[in-house]
């Protein structure tokens, strides 16, 4: 097993960037996005020009083939990759939805994950209030889970592919936009997924998420590297494969599919990154032979690398209900190169360079060409400066706090909270001198986009949300109820599209505990809210320490298994030190 120092990259900084450009070389028929991590058709103009439904899909790199290996005909027509394991920013996903929109309309196929939840939402949002058709279908497979509680959701695995499979070729016989969503739909609903591996990942720069002793494996783990619902001792691959399918059948859970002799079925057997093509083979016979002793029809086999958690050793099973339309399109040639199939280019010339080809240029809006307005009441120069330096403290202290951060991240996450916070704070420091003119609201417009541009993931997003829906109440006012009120919009807005609430052991949490302390205290006037500002710190202090004996009902850790949450939430966690050396700056103890 390749240990992180053995990777064949050149930097952690730029593996992504890197890969994708090795995508574009090796694939010359697949175009990048100039200024973005987005491939696109090369036939996009005409494909557009034809009316026909674009279909786009992303996700965290580090998954490869999945996504880029999926565009071509009858397939994808762009897909966005983000950081390794992190989802796509929204600029990201908006700058593909802009690149692909036509009348017909622009279908996302979504990976239930929080992240790719949010972001793709936000896009979505965002191309519909330019007047872009946009639909998505979620594909939440997942057959792990047992617990019948509220949870994060079912996750999507590999058996996405097969729905960009559907979709794709739907669009590409010019199907309507809302019978592609309809089909697909149904088509996610008629499948179950469940993963076993022999060993974790190893993240460029990070290193593995968990470990595995040598006579362990564990089942129904994530493709992010998060430990799995159960760990056993290695066991025949006929075992390994009966134990998933009974899993994935088991009818007490609320995530079982059913499926019954006679059944015609489709399976996807998914090499999760490091397993040998010996192992690999063996794993498809057993398959195979354990479906087709209860009687199910295996009417079609797809094995291969198609969405990998880098060098984990393991395997994905896939079970997909047939039916005449499903058989159809998955059946239809496509020339995405990771089905596999043939890769033609109708504009390549061999001899030439396959490196450095000319990019699609991106389509930018003229009127959101500009930069933020400065609109809103203002304030003081000297609060504003005041301000800026409580922000500064509050990056500063993220930043010091990587280490810690990605420590309590490590049984719940994929050990990066830290390391993700401080790539934010570190943008959000280099805009500080250019916002000194601005208004309040202005300024935090400012550090949304600045958050959205510099990480993705859930934390990219759930901040952005926070620091897009705190402005609006501070365009008309920046009195101290006012700040409140900032604070309780960020709150509505991040349980909204993010799905928690407080109790769910998230940074809602401590953004709560102080937010009732100063609800309370505008009630008794501006006098009693300026002393209370103190006191709803100290509340998000206690709130966050509080997480660690807490259930995951939300993000990521509700995945994991509760007995390894020991420690306090990271993201809760983080908003505890960050309020604690704002205020310090601003109640002058610092």
């Given at each position: 097993?390749?240990?992180?120092?053995k990777q064949l990259i050149n930097k952690a900084e730029t593996c992504v960037d890197e890969m994708l450009e090795g995508v574009v070389a090796a694939y010359p028929c697949i175009k990048k996005l100039q200024g973005y991590r987005v491939l696109l058709r090369e036939d996009v103009e005409e494909y557009k020009a034809a009316g026909k439904v674009a279909v786009l899909c992303g996700g965290g790199s580090g998954h490869e083939p999945f996504c880029a290996g999926f565009i071509g005909r009858n397939m994808l027509t762009g897909a966005v990759a983000g950081s390794v394991f992190t989802s796509p920013p929204p600029n990201n996903i908006l700058a593909a939805i802009r690149a692909l929109a036509n009348p017909a309309g622009v279908l996302l196929i979504v990976a239930n994950y929080t992240g790719d939840r949010l972001n793709f939402g936000i896009a979505a949002e965002r191309?519909?209030?330019?007047?872009?058709?946009?639909?998505?279908?979620?594909?939440?497979?997942?057959?792990?889970?047992?617990?019948?509680?509220?949870?994060?959701?079912?996750?999507?695995?590999?058996?996405?592919?097969?729905?960009?499979?559907?979709?794709?070729?739907?669009?590409?016989?010019?199907?309507?936009?809302?019978?592609?969503?309809?089909?697909?739909?149904?088509?996610?609903?008629?499948?179950?997924?469940?993963?076993?591996?022999?060993?974790?990942?190893?993240?460029?720069?990070?290193?593995?998420?968990?470990?595995?002793?040598?006579?362990?494996?564990?089942?129904?783990?994530?493709?992010?590297?998060?430990?799995?619902?159960?760990?056993?001792?290695?066991?025949?691959?006929?075992?390994?494969?009966?134990?998933?399918?009974?899993?994935?059948?088991?009818?007490?859970?609320?995530?079982?599919?059913?499926?019954?002799?006679?059944?015609?079925?489709?399976?996807?057997?998914?090499?999760?990154?490091?397993?040998?093509?010996?192992?690999?083979?063996?794993?498809?016979?057993?398959?195979?032979?354990?479906?087709?002793?209860?009687?199910?029809?295996?009417?079609?086999?797809?094995?291969?690398?198609?969405?990998?958690?880098?060098?984990?050793?393991?395997?994905?099973?896939?079970?997909?209900?047939?039916?005449?339309?499903?058989?159809?399109?998955?059946?239809?040639?496509?020339?995405?190169?990771?089905?596999?199939?043939?890769?033609?280019?109708?504009?390549?010339?061999?001899?030439?360079?396959?490196?450095?080809?000319?990019?699609?240029?991106?389509?930018?809006?003229?009127?959101?060409?500009?930069?933020?307005?400065?609109?809103?009441?203002?304030?003081?120069?000297?609060?504003?400066?005041?301000?800026?330096?409580?922000?500064?403290?509050?990056?500063?202290?993220?930043?010091?706090?990587?280490?810690?951060?990605?420590?309590?991240?490590?049984?719940?996450?994929?050990?990066?909270?830290?390391?993700?916070?401080?790539?934010?704070?570190?943008?959000?420091?280099?805009?500080?001198?250019?916002?000194?003119?601005?208004?309040?609201?202005?300024?935090?417009?400012?550090?949304?986009?600045?958050?959205?541009?510099?990480?993705?993931?859930?934390?990219?997003?759930?901040?952005?949300?926070?620091?897009?829906?705190?402005?609006?109440?501070?365009?008309?006012?920046?009195?101290?109820?006012?700040?409140?009120?900032?604070?309780?919009?960020?709150?509505?807005?991040?349980?909204?599209?993010?799905?928690?609430?407080?109790?769910?052991?998230?940074?809602?949490?401590?953004?709560?505990?102080?937010?009732?302390?100063?609800?309370?205290?505008?009630?008794?006037?501006?006098?009693?809210?300026?002393?209370?500002?103190?006191?709803?710190?100290?509340?998000?202090?206690?709130?966050?320490?509080?997480?660690?004996?807490?259930?995951?009902?939300?993000?990521?850790?509700?995945?994991?298994?509760?007995?390894?949450?020991?420690?306090?939430?990271?993201?809760?966690?983080?908003?505890?030190?960050?309020?604690?050396?704002?205020?310090?700056?601003?109640?002058?103890?610092?």
């Amino acid at each position: 097993m390749a240990s992180r120092e053995k990777q064949l990259i050149n930097k952690a900084e730029t593996c992504v960037d890197e890969m994708l450009e090795g995508v574009v070389a090796a694939y010359p028929c697949i175009k990048k996005l100039q200024g973005y991590r987005v491939l696109l058709r090369e036939d996009v103009e005409e494909y557009k020009a034809a009316g026909k439904v674009a279909v786009l899909c992303g996700g965290g790199s580090g998954h490869e083939p999945f996504c880029a290996g999926f565009i071509g005909r009858n397939m994808l027509t762009g897909a966005v990759a983000g950081s390794v394991f992190t989802s796509p920013p929204p600029n990201n996903i908006l700058a593909a939805i802009r690149a692909l929109a036509n009348p017909a309309g622009v279908l996302l196929i979504v990976a239930n994950y929080t992240g790719d939840r949010l972001n793709f939402g936000i896009a979505a949002e965002r191309a519909r209030a330019e007047g872009i058709k946009v639909d998505s279908v979620t594909v939440a497979e997942d057959c792990a889970l047992t617990s019948t509680d509220k949870t994060a959701g079912r996750r999507g695995l590999c058996g996405i592919i097969l729905v960009q499979k559907i979709a794709g070729t739907l669009a590409e016989e010019g199907r309507p936009l809302e019978e592609i969503v309809e089909i697909a739909t149904k088509a996610s609903l008629a499948m179950g997924t469940i993963g076993i591996s022999l060993s974790a990942c190893n993240v460029p720069g990070s290193g593995a998420s968990f470990t595995l002793g040598d006579d362990e494996m564990e089942l129904g783990l994530g493709v992010h590297g998060e430990a799995g619902i159960k760990r056993m001792k290695i066991t025949p691959a006929k075992n390994v494969i009966r134990t998933m399918i009974d899993h994935m059948t088991d009818t007490t859970t609320a995530t079982h599919i059913k499926i019954a002799s006679g059944d015609r079925v489709a399976v996807v057997l998914n090499n999760l990154g490091g397993t040998s093509t010996l192992e690999f083979s063996i794993m498809i016979k057993e398959a195979i032979s354990e479906l087709e002793s209860k009687g199910v029809v295996v009417e079609r086999v797809y094995a291969g690398h198609f969405m990998t958690s880098l060098d984990m050793a393991g395997v994905s099973l896939s079970i997909m209900q047939m039916d005449d339309t499903r058989r159809r399109c998955l059946d239809i040639d496509t020339t995405a190169f990771a089905f596999p199939k043939k890769v033609e280019s109708n504009s390549f010339v061999t001899g030439n360079k396959r490196v450095g080809q000319p990019e699609i240029e991106p389509c930018v809006p003229k009127n959101l060409a500009g930069k933020v307005s400065n609109i809103g009441v203002d304030i003081s120069q000297e609060n504003k400066s005041l301000m800026v330096s409580a922000i500064r403290s509050a990056c500063e202290a993220l930043i010091n706090a990587e280490s810690f951060l990605n420590d309590l991240d490590k049984s719940a996450g994929d050990n990066d909270c830290g390391s993700t916070l401080k790539t934010g704070s570190q943008g959000i420091l280099d805009l500080l001198d250019s916002v000194l003119h601005m208004t309040p609201y202005a300024m935090f417009v400012s550090m949304a986009t600045s958050i959205e541009s510099s990480i993705g993931g859930a934390s990219g997003a759930l901040y952005g949300l926070l620091f897009t829906a705190a402005a609006a109440p501070l365009k008309d006012d920046c009195d101290e109820s006012g700040w409140v009120r900032a604070l309780g919009s960020a709150i509505t807005a991040i349980s909204k599209y993010g799905g928690a609430e407080p109790g769910d052991r998230t940074m809602l949490d401590p953004l709560h505990a102080a937010y009732t302390v100063l609800e309370s205290a505008s009630k008794e006037g501006e006098s009693a809210l300026k002393d209370a500002f103190g006191n709803a710190v100290k509340a998000a202090e206690d709130s966050a320490k509080t997480t660690a004996n807490m259930k995951a009902k939300a993000g990521r850790a509700s995945y994991v298994n509760q007995d390894l949450l020991t420690q306090p939430d990271p993201g809760a966690t983080a908003v505890s030190l960050w309020m604690r050396a704002a205020y310090d700056v601003i109640s002058g103890k610092k």
